[in-house]
């Protein structure tokens, strides 16, 4: 044994570093949960799931696809034996699913297929269903997407046939390309589903996409129903959604009553008359809950990439050799710390922020069951520029936490690749995030020209929060400011930056709408919703005197936030600097330098907090489930620990031995011998 | 059925596509497989590879890693087999490995473990083991990172300690930290390795990492050598490298006979007195190869990425519908092209850099060979910084070419997200990147202060490619340029901006040096690692004439090149306005949009011949293996054949029915029940 054991001062370390920090961890909790009880109700919920044998992960990344799905049922089967055990509320059991670290067929149930049958089934079909799909007495999917169409729902093929003798509906694929495709829930598991099919009425006038509830599987041997093809639609890239069976499913001519139309909305009359929705968007609340929720989860995914990151960048040390005869913690390398802080201050933002969009959605949801519709496109424009900067941001931020943790960050055992595999779709489902895009410059060019139509007075006032920015372009404001390096640290600052971004970003697009360059529909959306988060952070800033924290760990958060506002400023200095707002010709001093230099003293800053900030968020070894991210900090046993149990370490000499390597041993070596 | 057929139509854009080029294939696909001859080669090689049933895919997707690592094996032998069946030479072999696009523990005993060995053992030792090596004979790996240590060989822990009483060596590891680690090849396959270890001479001292050849294995039963644990290190993220046995090594007081240090450069006497090597940078050639050869091969990954993505996007048909009534191309919308042309500009740039580099490092060897070490220096700043750009750029292409491809592309019969996850790691092996930058920096400074520490006139001409920018410094050339949009046509104007940007960039690193910010390493590498990549494009535009091109050929393939040159600009705007090479203030011109527009005007003029200019990569169907990038462009029955082999569609009711899935029902059943 060398003087100094390089395991050993991994503890070492870590103690240290939670030494270090100056912040009460109840107090930093309690914010980021919203409140001591809804914490400990959390932690309840994880206690019970982490002591269950159930629940163990130790053997999950050896199991085969087929493993993952049986294994997948078998927890959800097991929370919801649970939740009758401990009489867990709806909220309780929701929390217990989110903390399974897993995508189970049982979320495109809750998420998808329940929503949408209670927010636009009739009366009488919610009479006889509502009950049973809550307790999961039938499970459900949501069919929409086709092999050939996704974003485009206007084109889908399926159709659903009136048939005015019976009464029925008949569901059809015509084609091909009109099977159901990427369905979660269907390939195995659902007994109902939701279809998306387009509604032709007597004379075959063909009325677009409507929704059916269907039976797909029988209830007494789970056989798939006679008329219908199903299959799962096989392994998904790096292994993500392997729990989830993402079916197929082709329908020939099958009947369904008429009842099963999802008709709380659009309507079909006994002798096949379309009775038209009120509104057209009544039926959008659905999809604006799951990009809301979007928000939260994205923000909870980066504390875990954060967490994991400073934790093995605190007890991992590589390369120069400081006074203490030590090589330097990683974390202490700017190309390191540049890296993962600003994951930390992604996550404390959605978080928060999610709590904000999830009391705005409730406020709308209320509106629209009394049909009030006004909310709705301020929501929309929102919601698709938020689910696009949290889910790219989020897959973005668990490969750069992954990557700077060097070769053991590509282990399976560090955990975030699992996490990465399966977030990566968020960029595309729940809305295609480039397609999405063109909505949110759509909307914000539309508030742009509505403001300029009207008198200026009246309308800096009714402008919405997800355009307030637009309010600088009303003159005499007009001015652009001016800024010294010392003003970076005041929050306003990047504010105002970030929203006269927006503001000159979404002229710049008006005025040049004729002939667009081929991504500035990218860049306009994300300085648009920039602007809108910016603000909303300078709200959270404003309010953290009334959290319960001291005014020392409010300076603290404080600068978590500004982290975020700076950053962000950094990432968009092409557009500050080509429209002048920042401008590097007004003599020696270079703007971009003071931001990137305040970046650096916030970062420097906040190092001491790190751990702190990061154990707030609460997880546990069990949650994580990440040996570079142990909550001791003994990274090197915790790796040693898992790799014992590799299926390959079963036997000493593997069976390609026999079948092919000393197949080729022998051959090499009888190449070898003439020349010896 | 419908009256127009999504699937039908698939068939018919790929063949009208065809049609549309201008270019003829052999040309194009002369040029970038270096000359007719080495493409019929490839051609040949590869045939015999898709018709062996050894070689076959179809299984591959839904394989255990277990049997990845099985089937591996058995195609490395099948490889060899051939060889020999076939006599092909040494190149038409790896040709044959580098084709099956699978991670190879052999690549390992190829690529590190043989050219160290060959580089670096004494001529006894050479006779004794060099043929062997080459004809597989024994199977080797190479041992160097440690649990504890990777960037930082300097403070590896395993000792060789020489016992001058039995002129042996002892292998030891005396800690946890001190267990090799990630070593390919290791876990299960190799028999023997060379290891990177301390040498300790009598008296105690240690003279730091030196390589010592040991044996692992038994060749007679493939049984662990006694003193040394092995095994394998366990999955990867992503589901990545399986099939390599990335393995650990703990070796207990482990005997070598003297003879088995590596000692060409640097010995030990008998009596233990250490002889050191000529030239400390001696044994550096064979990693500088390995750089080198990532050049080349990460330009055909991201062949491959373009490939598969410009045939999906051509076939693709979703969402605004055209003059003909259909859907539109999903190429044809700005916010798709702008993504996935450039990939094709990226692998056309790196597989004629490759070429240049693999000659440049022919060179060098045999100047090394001769003890020349004066291209060293210069080769090592080149391949540092190509290998970052190459592997981070390669990285991020494989994934925009994924995201492009909407849900479909998450799918693992899309083909890219394999290529993703084996790709991951090339930012952290063969030197993380970010620890690379600095090396970048450090050469780059040097001849910043090197060429302002002497007279100006020698020494401009004595500037080497990797630093050529720095003439811009030199008064009076010292005034900067001013462009307009037209002047992006030309390759040279973004070649001087980008030589422009290192140069500023340099000299303002130098003067900050200081008091850096945190990402200053990262921006200074790029910037001179792409004005080198722009230099070297202005060549390969010029000598387009000498490729037997036609002149309409010339003018399309330079497009493809300069797209590479304008996007590079694009990416580096914010140095190029805040040093004001580019400059806003100047009038109502807005020098960012001329640089967008020429992107976008290049693109869409590339856009009929971009299925021309991705069949000339000649990649065969077996070679992609993607159902999304089929040649007749059949991606929907591409899709439908390979979902129908997925292990749970061989049975209607999946085991979890009983177990999980029943039970759910009626538990949900029963607590429904009472409501109704
Ligand atoms: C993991 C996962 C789970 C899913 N679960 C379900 C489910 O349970 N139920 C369900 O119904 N569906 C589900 N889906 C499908 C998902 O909703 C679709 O993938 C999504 O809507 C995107 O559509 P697409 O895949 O057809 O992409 P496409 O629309 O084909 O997009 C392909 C490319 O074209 C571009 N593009 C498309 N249209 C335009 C346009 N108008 N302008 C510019 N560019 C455009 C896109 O940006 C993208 O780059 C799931 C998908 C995934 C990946
Ligand atoms: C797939 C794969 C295959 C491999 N195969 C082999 C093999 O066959 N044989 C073998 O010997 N090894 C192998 N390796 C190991 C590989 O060489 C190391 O992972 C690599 O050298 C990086 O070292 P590390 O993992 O210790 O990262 P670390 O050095 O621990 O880096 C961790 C983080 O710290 C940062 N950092 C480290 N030092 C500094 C510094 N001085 N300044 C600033 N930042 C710093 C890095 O940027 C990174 O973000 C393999 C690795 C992988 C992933």
Redesign the pocket.
């Known amino acids: 044994m060398s003087a100094h054991d390089v395991n050993e001062q991994t503890g070492v370390d870590m103690l240290k570093a939670r030494r270090s920090t100056t912040l009460a961890l109840d107090t930093i909790r309690s914010f980021l949960h919203n409140g001591e009880d809804q914490w400990e109700t959390r932690r309840k919920v994880t206690q019970i799931l982490e002591r269950d044998a159930v629940f163990d992960k130790a053997r999950r990344e050896f199991m085969s696809r087929t493993e993952r799905y049986t294994r997948g049922m078998a927890l959800t089967n097991r929370v919801y034996e649970l939740q009758e055990l401990h009489s867990w509320t709806q909220h309780e059991t929701s929390i217990a699913i989110a903390t399974l670290d897993e ?1 189970l067929p049982i979320s ?1 149930h809750n998420v ?1 297929f329940q929503p949408v049958f209670m927010l636009q089934a009739s009366p009488p079909l919610l009479a006889k269903y509502s009950d049973l799909i809550a307790t999961k007495g039938i499970l459900g ?6 092999l ?5 729902v206007s084109r889908l093929e399926t159709t659903a046939t009136f048939i005015p003798e019976t009464q029925e509906f008949e569901i059809h694929s015509p084609t091909t390309t009109s099977s ?7 390939g195995k598991t659902a007994t109902h589903g939701v279809v ?1 099919a387009k509604l032709i009425l007597p004379g075959g006038k063909d009325f677009g996409p409507h929704l059916f509830f269907v039976q797909l599987r029988s209830m007494h041997d789970h056989k798939v129903l006679p008329g219908i093809k199903i299959g799962d639609i096989g392994p ?1 890239a790096l292994g ?2 392997s729990p ?1 069976d ?1 079916g197929f499913a082709v329908f020939d001519h099958v009947r369904i009553p008429k009842e099963h139309m999802l008709s709380k909305f659009a309507q079909v009359t006994r002798d096949g008359e379309y009775v038209k929705p009120p509104h057209a968007k009544l039926s959008y609340g659905g999809m604006l809950y799951i990009r809301a929720n979007m928000v939260t989860s994205g923000g909870w995914l980066m504390a875990k990439a954060a967490t994991v990151a400073i934790r093995y960048a605190t007890v991992r040390r590589q390369g120069e050799i400081g006074p203490d005869g030590l090589e330097r913690q990683i974390i202490t390398y700017p190309s390191v710390y540049y890296r993962i802080l600003p994951i930390l201050s992604h996550a404390y933002v959605f978080i928060r922020l999610g709590k904000t969009l999830t009391k705005a959605f409730d406020t709308l949801a209320g509106n629209l069951s009394r049909g009030d519709t006004s909310l709705l496109a301020e929501m929309h424009a929102i919601t698709s520029g938020l689910k696009v900067v949290v889910s790219s941001t989020g897959v973005q931020d668990l490969e750069i936490a992954r990557r700077s943790m060097g070769g053991h960050g590509y282990s399976a055992f560090a955990g975030l690749g699992r996490l990465y595999a399966d977030y990566l ?1 968020s960029v ?8 999405l895009d ?1 909505q949110v410059v759509r909307a914000a060019l539309k508030s742009y020209r509505s403001l300029f139509s009207e008198s200026k007075e009246s309308t800096t006032q009714s402008l919405l929060p997800s355009s307030r920015y637009l309010r600088l372009l009303i003159p005499p404001t007009r001015s652009l400011p001016s800024f010294t390096e010392d003003d970076f640290r005041s929050p306003t600052t990047s504010i105002l930056l970030l929203e006269w971004r927006a503001a000159l970003i979404v002229e710049k697009n008006a005025r040049t709408v004729d002939d667009p360059d081929a991504s500035i529909n990218q860049r306009v959306a994300k300085a648009v919703t920039e602007a809108f988060i910016a603000a909303q952070i300078g709200e959270i800033i404003n309010t953290l005197g009334s959290t319960g924290m001291t005014e020392s760990e409010q300076i603290i958060v404080g600068k978590v936030y500004l982290l975020y506002l700076v950053t962000t400023v950094e990432a968009g200095l092409v557009d500050l600097l080509s429209f002048n707002i920042l401008n590097s010709s007004g003599g020696s001093r270079d703007p971009t330098r003071s931001v990137r230099m305040t970046i650096k003293k916030l970062c420097t800053e906040l190092l001491p907090e790190a751990i702190g900030l990061s154990d707030a968020f609460g997880f546990t070894d069990w949650e994580l489930d990440s040996a570079l991210g142990v909550y001791d900090g003994k990274v090197y046993e915790a790796l040693w620990k898992c790799v014992q149990s590799e299926p390959l370490n079963q036997t000493e000499v593997p069976t390609a031995y026999e079948e092919s390597i000393k197949p080729m041993l022998l051959r090499g070596q009888r190449q070898a011998r003439p020349k010896l």
């Not at 159901?180 to 269907?186: A, E, F, N, T």
């Not at 595309?428 to 397609?435: A, C, H, I, L």
Request: charged share 15%.
């Open positions: 995508q495109l998808a999917c949501y069919l929409q997407t086709e050939g169409h996704g974003t485009n159901k495709w990427w369905i979660g829930g269907l998306q998904k993500g959604f989830t993402n779709p595309t489902y729940e809305g295609d995030n480039f397609v063109q």
